[in-house]
């Protein structure tokens, strides 16, 4: 009889052991699942913070490549009003060239010498890159429009500038890309939060573990991922703080 009862008191212990041990890891469980909520609820901000601020430097990058477009047109039309004007000074110079050289071979001094007044005066409106091509082409015979590189050297400012506004799209491009890719990882971190929200309300421990566990997993993924993509252009955590 006694040895009955002294079982039963070892069962009993045992069971209540067992019980109390499997409280103790549903405790731990609890504060597992909490500190995980937070931190990917604080992950999820710091993503969404972070595509929000890719999201301003794309609008600002798409404003900056119209405008400097806009510039480069503006300079390619003054461009092409300069090749319009030279043409037609380099057209004057011509003619007053051949009236002083028909003045030369009629004798004709004071024919000679208004035409080289004119042409003079001709000159004084070129630019220094255009007297170096009119020296050139009279010294050819050919047009001052064929010297090579001059006549792109019209066009060089302007298309400095509209290489500098595509280079400004293609950030603004991949501040988009940037942004989306930080909106995917805000899904994730969702995702996460999610599956630790409703982690509380399987019954069975084993189940609990799963779903925490493939919260967890996708938590990694998403912070690795979220390393992945670079920081906003010129980002400092110490500006917002204002700290200098």
């Known amino acids: 009889m006694k040895e009955k009862q002294s079982l039963e008191n070892g069962g009993s212990g045992e069971v209540f052991d067992s019980v109390k041990g499997h409280a103790r890891k549903e405790r731990v469980l609890d504060t597992v699942t909490a500190v995980l909520l937070g931190a990917a609820a604080l992950l999820m901000a710091w993503s969404t913070w972070m595509g929000s601020l890719h999201e301003g430097h794309e609008q600002i990058h798409f404003t900056e490549s119209n405008n400097t477009a ?10 092409t009003q300069m090749v319009v004007q030279d043409v037609s000074i380099w057209s004057s110079i011509q003619n007053y ?75 603004g491009r991949q501040d988009n890309v940037n942004s989306d890719r930080f909106g995917l990882a805000t899904v994730m971190y969702s995702l996460v ?7 509380g309300t ?11 566990g493939t919260a967890v997993v996708l938590m990694v993924v998403a912070f690795v991922f979220m390393l992945s993509i670079p920081m906003p252009e010129g980002f400092s955590l110490f500006t917002y703080l204002g700290v200098s």
């Open 70 to 79: 806009a510039s480069a047109i503006a300079m390619y039309s003054d461009a």
């Open 97 to 171: 060239v051949f009236d002083a050289e028909a003045a030369v071979e009629e004798g004709d001094e004071l024919k000679l010498e208004i035409a080289q007044a004119k042409v003079d005066a001709l000159e004084k409106m070129c630019s220094p890159e255009l007297l170096a091509a009119i020296e050139w082409a009279l010294e050819t015979g050919k047009s001052p429009f064929e010297m090579e590189g001059y006549s792109d050297s019209y066009y060089e400012e302007a298309k400095a500038l509209a290489k500098e506004a595509q280079d400004i799209l293609a950030a």
């Open 193 to 199: 939060l999610f599956l630790l929200g409703i982690a």
């Open 202 to 212: 399987f019954k069975r421990s084993q189940s609990r573990r799963m779903v925490v």
